[in-house]
T-cell receptor, first 116, second 115 residues
Framework: IAGITQAPTSQILAAGRRMTLRCTQD?????MYWYRQDLGLGLRLIHY???????GKGEVPDGYSVSRANTDDFPLTLASAVPSQTSVYFC???????????????FGPGTRLTVL | AQKITQTQPGMFVQEKEAVTLDCTYD???????LFWYKQPSSGEMIFLIY??????QNATEGRYSLNFQKARKSANLVISASQLGDSAMYFC????????????FGQGTELSVKP
């Protein structure tokens, strides 16, 4: 079934631990994104990648890193988790037209992360 | 400054009535897109409707329509004939084309449909 998968579904993590959230899409979309969703703040962009091999910083990148080794996968790593990173994390992808404008973003089911 | 503002944290509507969810935006980019997403209690983000800044007509998708007033920088979502299943969070988002495909989201409006 075409779409975006995220793993794990949820995780409780001790502060200071390293954690990688996985994201895989099978729609061959060029662009991928990571957002965090916090109550009252909507979704905020953490990092993005317009194509395999490139990444960029979003609105709230501190404490997170990403890589884009291939088209399908876009993992998000918390090198040393802190309680303020407790959130719901969404991965998304979109096709990019030749003009550089992208179509709608398709979202994964989300990962609920709690850092204690 | 907020780029996307949704001023209604929560709204109620009677089943079968129409409801308008407000969204205003702020950009100096002449080329941009506006999106509405629905997030039910199960948590997934569902794309509803899109309006491009150069589109002459207001976008419509089934019971959803977007009331696009460019001069006022507003992109309100209108849901006609509300159904119980429309109860959810609704997010307005903007893509500025000089910024690539990144979306900026509003804080959301929680819609409750009453039977």
């Amino acid at each position: 079934i075409a779409g975006i998968t995220q793993a794990p579904t949820s995780q409780i993590l001790a502060a200071g631990r390293r954690m990688t959230l996985r994201c895989t899409q099978d729609m061959r979309h060029n662009a991928m994104y990571w957002y965090r969703q916090d109550l009252g703040l909507g979704l905020r962009l953490i990092h993005y990648s317009n194509t395999a091999g490139t990444t960029g910083k979003g609105e709230v990148p501190d404490g997170y890193s990403v890589s884009r080794a291939n088209t399908d996968d876009f993992p998000l790593t918390l090198a040393s988790a802190v309680p303020s990173q407790t959130s719901v994390y969404f991965c998304a992808s979109s096709a990019t037209r030749s003009t550089g404008m992208s179509d709608e973003q398709f979202f994964g089911p989300g990962t609920r992360l709690t850092v204690l | 400054a907020q780029k996307i503002t949704q001023t209604q944290p929560g709204m109620f509507v009677q089943e079968k009535e129409a409801v308008t969810l407000d969204c205003t935006y702020d950009t100096s980019d002449p080329s941009y897109g506006l999106f509405w997403y629905k997030q039910p209690s199960s948590g997934e983000m569902i794309f509803l409707i899109y309006q491009g800044s150069y589109d002459q007509q207001n976008a419509t998708e089934g019971r959803y329509s977007l009331n696009f007033q460019k001069a006022r920088k507003s992109a309100n979502l209108v849901i006609s004939a509300s159904q119980l299943g429309d109860s959810a969070m609704y997010f307005c988002a903007m893509r500025e084309d000089n910024q690539g495909g990144k979306l900026i989201f509003g804080q959301g409006t929680e819609l409750s449909v009453k039977p």
